[in-house]
């Protein structure tokens, strides 16, 4: 099944954007975030978002990878 992924514009403490699935409590604010589209993995939405940003990591609430 496909689900739909964001990152988040702002840099958290650690340096890194955070991508959030569309229905994660955490997801931030439409003007903070960037839809990276659908995917199957969290894994392969986590590798999108590094061409965007280069340092990336997926959000401990709502994605496993």
């Known amino acids: 099944m496909l689900e739909n992924y964001y990152v988040d514009k702002k840099k958290k403490e650690n ?3 955070e991508v959030h699935k569309d229905w ?3 997801i931030p ?3 903070q975030q960037l839809f990276l589209g659908s ?4 894994k392969l ?3 999108e978002a ?3 940003f280069g340092k990336v990591c ?3 609430k709502c994605c496993e990878s």
């Open 15 to 17: 340096g890194q954007h």
């Open 24 to 26: 994660c409590i955490d």
């Open 29 to 31: 604010s439409p003007d």
């Open 39 to 42: 995917f199957r993995t969290d």
């Open 45 to 47: 939405a986590v590798e």
């Open 50 to 52: 590094t061409f965007f």
């Open 58 to 60: 997926a959000c401990t």
